[in-house]
């Protein structure tokens, strides 16, 4: 399977806990997006990463949330100190850059978190 | 700062029958509009963009700018068409571009 990969696909973590989600996309792609998605709503953007800079960060995003992509490849999630409004599903998304190929994203399976 | 609204949670149609899946949007400027589809057990996927004005699977949507809409319609429903559907607006200039402003989505189920 060549496409965006996600590790774990499911977490459940006590509240407090820290945790971490891997996302690797497809190895042509420069670009690397994270999304969360609660239930009955749509992906809501976090971040996103051209190589290894993080180009912009939602204003959402608290500061107990940080990614990186240290090598432009492979990008990690970070949740210090997890409530239960955390828990939701995590996306992760690639694309090649530029603007007429950064629109199509392909996505992976997402990581599913449950904060008890 | 941008909205996508997508007024229908869910929708219902017979095989063959049109369909249409309604999308509006709020944003001062000239956004891009996309449909994303999510089938059954697969992953979220394009499915089209307004620039490119194609059919995709016999479906077409067309930018109205001053209705601010970016409806999705199919004249023949078919089964395999039942999915979760995404309207998403994206920035057109600056470093934003690429980055995604997801409606709630619309659950589209073909009957038999």
């Known amino acids: 399977d060549t496409g965006v990969s996600q590790n774990p696909r499911h977490k459940i973590t006590k509240r407090g806990q820290n945790v971490t989600f891997r996302c690797d996309p497809i190895?042509?792609?420069?670009?690397l997006y994270w999304y969360r998605q609660t239930l009955g709503q749509g992906p809501e953007f976090l971040t996103y990463?051209?190589?290894?800079?993080?180009?912009?960060k939602s204003r959402l995003l608290s500061d107990r949330f940080s990614a990186e992509r240290p090598k432009g490849s492979f990008s990690t999630l970070e949740i210090q100190r997890t409530e239960q409004g955390d828990s939701a599903m995590y996306l992760c998304?690639?694309?090649?850059?530029?603007?007429?190929?950064?629109?199509?994203?392909?996505f992976g399976p997402g990581t599913r978190l449950t904060v008890t | 700062a941008q909205r996508v609204t997508q007024p229908e949670k869910l929708l219902s149609v017979f095989k063959g029958a049109p369909v249409e899946l309604k999308c509006n949007y709020s944003?001062?400027?000239?956004?891009?509009l996309f449909w994303y589809v999510q089938y059954s057990r697969q992953r979220l996927q394009l499915l089209l963009r307004?620039?490119s004005r194609e059919s995709i699977k016999g479906f077409t949507a067309d930018l109205n700018k001053g209705e601010t809409s970016f409806h999705l319609k199919k004249p023949f429903a078919q089964e395999e068409d039942s999915a979760m559907y995404y309207c998403?607006?994206?920035?057109?200039?600056?470093?934003?571009?690429?980055?995604?402003?997801f409606g709630q989505g619309t659950i589209l189920t073909v009957h038999p």
């Open positions: 190895s042509e792609h420069n670009r």
């Open positions: 944003y001062s400027g000239s956004p891009e």
């Open positions: 307004h620039i």
């Open positions: 998304a690639s694309s090649l850059g530029g603007w007429a190929r950064a629109y199509e994203q392909y």
């Open positions: 990463f051209q190589n290894e800079a993080q180009l912009e």
């Open positions: 998403a607006l994206s920035l057109s200039g600056g470093t934003s571009y690429g980055k995604l402003t």
